[in-house]
């Protein structure tokens, strides 16, 4: 007995010291310096407490897990390894396992212990199985529009929202139930299927310019149904690890969701395609726009002093990234004080422009967010936009009608010049018109981002 | 009983306001490594799932059974996001470097 006693001292003691490293973990990822150290933390957090977890006394097959243990890791080694392009996806998919595995979890634990289940732990075993089924099928359908299987236009239908609201209230009305009755075994299997049908509704009506906060959004359920998995099974560490992670999806939804000047309820109810058909209005006569050849774009950008790059989604499609450093680099090198201006909903998760551009040897220090961009643009000699779109729409500052109004931009219209590089000039993702392209000092570089770019590039190492 | 979910109650209130302020100090820089660092960590939940599969002795009641299946995949789901969420992010993190020291 007292032997017995030990053990589980030990294991509450790696318990212990791994929370206090996953709390380490994060704040270490605060800088750029010391991020790697915070995974490192991570790291031996979480080997101590798989460890600790398996003295556990009560073990008594050791092979499944051995087994399940070197399948995850096998299955995990390739999802560590994709393009940097495609962690968005990655990242649905993980929130999908991870929701999986709480899931699980919860319906093993709810038919080991029915009928006798106290209300307040029936409650929050409720609370495990919805949110995890409703991010499991949520972050699939987020994770293939993302990989482009599943269309990623917003799919919209009429009494989408009521349908989705009675889905939702349906789960909750069934936990309610089984709080009072946890007799009623028949009803689990209910609560399962419906969120996981809520799930998949609630992703369908989304475009891709919103996946950042979706992301965010499916984060911080999978958080919080592994915390709710925590009270379940009485684990603190899992309640913590739950917390924070439940804390950090929502603190992200909600810069993303202020980054579109948007509230939550907009973003899952609105569906920006319905706003877009009906704020298009007639096709006026468009205006003429000027545009310039490589040659000239180059000599522009040598005669500048301060060159301000805004990067959008459209040069990650591209692949533009690798030559966009080369000129950042042939333009640093002729004394150009080049920065780059990042949108915080630029790319498809939040921060996932930066994670491009530091793929390209750009320095970190060099990425400004939009605040510190702004504050320095009427001083820029240029302000060269490159695949991105809606985020430099001064309409958004003006236009009243325009349904992307109130959200903030990048003043790149502050610049002396603006170059915007574009396949043609059709509307952008969100469907709706610029009128940057339309001003005096604005230069059209009509072209693939990739090939233009390196035109340029040769142009000014060419020309030297 | 009533005790522990009081103190669980506790211990979530004091660790979603710790993430609070620790993830608001997160450069926007370091956002997506952020989500997919604590996707690795929220992947702790694998201790529930090795207790869940290893409690119960598959055949030898069809609820140990059911406990030990469900437990097995989702020691597999969780072990694939630590493994995953790990390596991808320190490839993420290894790639941000400042132009302060000029590599040749």
């Known amino acids: 007995m007292n032997n017995l006693m030990s053990m589980e001292t030990v294991i509450e003691a790696t318990y212990l010291i791994a929370t206090a490293l996953f709390i380490l973990s994060l704040k270490w990822l605060s800088s750029p310096t010391t991020a790697r150290r915070g995974v490192f933390a991570g790291e031996a957090g ?35 390894n994709v393009q940097m392009t495609a962690v968005p996806q990655r990242t649905a998919l993980s929130h999908a396992f991870g929701a999986l595995c709480v899931t699980l979890v919860g319906t093993a634990e709810f038919y080991l212990r029915a009928p006798n289940i106290a209300p307040f732990m029936m409650a929050v075993l409720s609370m495990e199985v919805i949110l995890g089924s409703l991010t499991f099928t949520g972050s699939l359908m987020a994770a293939g529009k993302l990989q482009e299987i ?15 609201l009675a889905l939702l209230a349906c789960a909750v009305g069934i936990g309610i139930i089984l709080v009072m009755h946890p007799d009623q075994m028949k009803l689990f299997p209910a609560m399962i299927i419906i969120p996981l049908i809520f799930g998949v ?17 499916l984060n911080s359920y999978a958080g919080l149904s592994a915390a709710a998995m925590g009270f379940v099974l009485n684990s603190k560490l899992l ?46 006569e468009a ?20 060159v301000v790059i805004v990067p959008g989604y459209g040069m990650a499609v591209a692949q533009a990234q690798h030559k966009v450093r080369e000129m950042y680099d042939a333009l640093t090198k002729r004394g150009v004080e080049v920065t780059f201006g990042i949108h915080p909903v630029a790319g498809r998760m939040p921060g996932h422009m930066n994670v491009l551009l530091a793929e390209a040897d750009i320095p970190y220090d060099k990425l400004l967010e939009m605040d510190q961009v702004n504050g320095d643009i009427p001083q820029t000699d240029v302000a060269l936009v490159i695949g991105a779109n809606d985020v430099t729409n001064p309409a958004a500052r003006s236009d009243t009608s325009s349904p992307i109004y109130g959200m903030p931009i990048l ?39 990739k090939n233009f770019v390196s035109s340029i590039v040769k142009d000014l190492s060419g020309g030297g | 009983m009533k005790l522990d979910l009081i103190t669980s109650l506790y211990v979530f209130m004091l660790a979603a ?63 694939s996001n630590i493994v995953g969420g790990f390596i991808i992010t320190d490839r993420m993190l290894k790639m941000f470097k400042s132009s302060g020291p000029k590599k040749p």
Do not use: C
């Open chain 1, 150 to 164: 599943l269309p990623q236009r917003p799919i919209t239908y009429k009494g989408q929202n009521f349908v989705n």
């Open chain 2, 17 to 79: 306001f710790i993430g609070f302020e620790i993830i608001r100090r997160v450069s926007p820089l370091l956002h997506t490594p952020l989500m997919s660092l604590t996707n690795a960590l929220d992947a702790i939940a694998v201790v529930g799932a090795i207790i869940l599969a290893g409690e119960h002795k598959m055949g030898a009641s069809p609820k140990d059974s059911l406990a030990a299946v469900l437990g097995t995949i989702a020691i597999v789901a969780a072990t």
């Open chain 1, 287 to 306: 205006p003429p726009v000027r545009s310039a050849t490589p040659e000239e774009a180059a000599a522009i950008l040598a005669a500048a002093s301060k």
């Open chain 1, 239 to 284: 309640i913590i690890a739950g917390a924070l992670d439940g804390s950090s999806g929502l603190i992200l939804s909600v810069i993303m969701s202020k980054a579109m000047n948007r509230s939550f309820t907009n973003v899952l109810f609105g569906g920006f395609g319905q706003i877009q058909t009906s704020g298009g209005g007639a096709a006026k």
């Open chain 1, 411 to 449: 003043d790149v219209d502050k610049a002396r010049t603006v170059m915007v590089i574009k396949r043609s000039m059709a509307a952008g993702f969100a469907g709706i018109d610029n009128p940057l392209y339309y001003l005096d000092k604005t230069l059209m570089l009509f072209g693939d981002a």
């Open chain 1, 46 to 80: 979480m080997v101590l407490a798989i460890a600790g977890t398996l003295l556990h006394h009560g073990i008594v097959d050791y092979k499944w897990i051995a087994i399940a243990l070197v399948l995850g890791t096998v299955i995990g080694i390739p999802l560590g």
């Open chain 1, 201 to 217: 509704m609630l992703v369908i009506p989304i475009g891709g310019a919103d996946m950042p906060t979706v992301i965010s959004l």
